[in-house]
């Protein structure tokens, strides 16, 4: 079960930090973007991955 966890807890580590690099990505974005539209979009994109990184750290954290 230790294992088990261990794997889990490797996994939500990495996507939190392939998160963190999408979420950078998206906010350089962000600051090029002139569209409204766009920005919209991106803005809501930002939202979706903070969101879902705050979910993993949360489990990370209860662990």
Known sequence: MAQ????I???AGG????????IA???K????A????RIKLLKKEIM?????FNILAERA???
Do not use: I, N, P, S
């Open 25 to 27: 990505d998206l906010k």
């Open 4 to 7: 088990d966890q261990d794997f």
């Open 34 to 37: 002139d569209d409204e539209d």
């Open 29 to 32: 974005l962000l600051a090029k």
């Open 48 to 52: 979706e991955k903070e969101t879902y």
């Open 15 to 22: 996507k939190m930090g392939q998160l963190m690099v999408e």
């Open 9 to 11: 807890g490797k996994v």
């Open 61 to 63: 954290r209860l662990r």
